[in-house]
């Protein structure tokens, strides 16, 4: 009886491992990002873009810095949220996921994070148009970006 009960319990312990170790791997695959890109076509401002320099500096009003990291159980679902809902994002706001310490971090993003003391993943960091910092969060997803955006 003994052997039977630790050789389920192993069986359960296993079926959990695996279901654990495909969610998490499918949820820090690369997310698709649109990124802007100049057209023929007349298009409407992107408002959730991924890092660059062109990217900071084209885009005026109101900024927002958003410090994502791909293993961070609560800047997924924030980004996954910021994608769903971009129509959402005001006209006037561009927020920018800045890479913070994983794999696809570059030297530019690390600089970002040292400018700004983000000194952990999902911090938000509201910029004005020289660059200084206006307001800045931690936590949260579409609603309190919304609230906290001055």
């Keep these: 009886m003994k052997i ?11 079926i959990v491992g695996i279901l654990y170790f495909w969610q998490t791997r499918q949820q820090t695959e690369k997310p698709l990002l649109i990124e802007s890109k100049k057209s023929d076509m007349a298009q409407p401002p992107l408002r959730y873009l991924n890092y660059s320099k062109a990217n900071l500096e084209k885009n ?11 293993w961070c159980p609560t800047c997924r679902p924030a980004d996954s949220d910021f994608r769903t809902n971009a129509d959402k994002i005001p006209a006037d706001l561009t927020l920018i996921r800045v890479n913070y310490n994983d794999p696809e971090t570059d030297q530019e993003e690390k600089d970002l994070a040292k400018k700004y003391e983000a000194t952990y993943q999902h911090t938000y960091v509201q910029i004005d148009e020289k660059g200084g910092v206006v307001t800045k969060w ?12 001055k």
């Design 60 to 70: 005026t009003g109101k900024r927002v810095l958003f410090f994502y990291a791909s």
């Design 138 to 149: 931690n936590g949260g997803q579409l609603d309190k970006l919304l609230t906290e955006v």
């Design 4 to 14: 039977f009960a630790i050789s389920v319990l192993a069986a359960v312990l296993a």
